[in-house]
């Protein structure tokens, strides 16, 4: 009996991270990027182009569009987190991002955005 | 037993989702803060930074006020790297989290409405704060459209 009542609350707790979970992040669609990653001597430089047009608050008003900006860029190898940067509406129109870290050839880096009103986009690359 | 099992692995699963620090979410006042002072008062909190070795680097003399582009590198064994700038609505730009083991070398793109200066905020491992100041010359303000 207890063990029965163990593993339904197991259950129950699972289905509840699951809920938690699914409401948190937003499933990222995947878009076009424009990703170099090469690796020399251990270290992975990499340069990430992602088209999006950076409107902010008072350029939004102007053209009497909503403003949209990317808020969050991540970059993970694996489930090792590389890069990770919160942004803001200052950001250039398609902004270009470059950064370093330790890695090695063959890897899949997976860069994810994030915009104002929380949808997420992502893109794989294999670093050369 | 089972139960303090299942909890380790929750608590496991959290702190993996944590590692990727949203400072948007985390610190909401940074991003609407007009001055550079609020917006490291709170990000930081109160906090004095010292002149460090940080290398910020962006052209004297900007044509295109809309992509400024602009680096950030330091040895010094950092946390977090924070960018402000001082003329456009609000100062914050960019926070960046050092992962562990690479260090801090970050370059972007920004936009900037007027001739100004952008100052870099280094949080250092030790605790200690540097910062870096350089002004520039935009010649073609960035945040008209």
Same mark, same amino acid.
């Given at each position: 009996?207890?063990?029965?009542?163990?593993?339904?609350?197991?259950?129950?707790?699972?289905?509840?991270?699951?809920?938690?979970?699914?409401?948190?992040?937003?499933?990222?669609?995947?878009? %076009?990027?424009?990703?170099?990653?090469?690796?020399?001597? =251990?270290?992975?430089?990499? #340069?990430?182009? /992602?088209?999006?047009?950076? *409107?902010?608050?008072d350029q939004a008003k102007k053209k009497g569009k909503e403003a949209n900006f990317i808020t969050h860029i991540t970059a993970t190898v694996g489930d090792k987190v590389?890069?990770?940067?919160?942004?803001?509406?200052?950001?250039? %129109?398609?902004?270009?991002?470059?950064?370093?870290?330790? =890695?090695?050839?063959?890897? #899949?880096?997976? /860069?994810?955005?994030?915009? *104002?009103?929380?949808?997420?986009?992502?893109?794989?690359?294999?670093?050369? | 037993?089972?139960?303090?099992?299942?909890?380790?692995?929750?608590?496991?699963?959290?702190?993996?989702?944590?590692?990727?620090?949203?400072?948007?979410?985390?610190?909401?006042?940074?991003?609407?803060?007009?001055?550079?002072?609020?917006?490291?008062?709170?990000?930081?909190?109160?906090?004095?930074?010292?002149?460090?070795?940080?290398?910020?680097?962006?052209?004297?003399?900007?044509?295109?006020?809309?992509?400024?582009?602009?680096?950030?590198?330091?040895?010094?064994?950092?946390?977090?790297?924070?960018?402000?700038?001082?003329?456009?609505?609000?100062?914050?730009?960019?926070?960046?989290?050092?992962?562990?083991?690479?260090?801090?070398?970050?370059?972007?793109?920004?936009?900037?409405?007027?001739?100004?200066?952008?100052?870099?905020?280094?949080?250092?491992?030790?605790?200690?704060?540097?910062?870096?100041?350089?002004?520039?010359?935009?010649?073609?303000?960035?945040?008209?459209?």
């Open positions: 009996m207890k063990k029965l009542i163990l593993a339904l609350s197991s259950i129950a707790l699972m289905a509840t991270s699951v809920l938690a979970e699914a409401t948190v992040n937003v499933v990222p669609t995947k878009v %076009k990027m424009k990703i170099k990653a090469k690796e020399k001597e =251990g270290i992975v430089k990499a #340069k990430v182009s /992602i088209s999006h047009n950076m *409107l902010t608050y590389v890069y990770d940067a919160s942004t803001s509406q200052f950001l250039s %129109k398609n902004p270009l991002v470059k950064f370093q870290f330790a =890695g090695k050839k063959g890897d #899949k880096i997976k /860069i994810t955005y994030t915009q *104002l009103k929380g949808e997420m986009f992502f893109a794989t690359k294999k670093i050369k | 037993m089972k139960k303090s099992i299942l909890s380790l692995v929750a608590v496991a699963a959290m702190t993996v989702s944590l590692s990727a620090t949203d400072y948007r979410a985390e610190k909401p006042d940074t991003w609407t803060a007009h001055d550079i002072s609020t917006a490291i008062t709170a990000l930081y909190g109160n906090v004095t930074p010292v002149e460090g070795d940080i290398k910020l680097k962006a052209p004297k003399v900007a044509s295109n006020g809309g992509a400024i582009p602009i680096s950030v590198k330091t040895d010094i064994p950092a946390k977090t790297v924070a960018i402000f700038q001082d003329v456009n609505p609000e100062a914050a730009v960019a926070v960046f989290t050092v992962p562990e083991g690479s260090n801090a070398h970050f370059a972007l793109k920004i936009k900037m409405k007027k001739s100004g200066s952008i100052t870099a905020i280094v949080e250092g491992k030790d605790g200690k704060f540097y910062s870096k100041k350089l002004s520039l010359e935009v010649a073609l303000g960035g945040c008209e459209g």
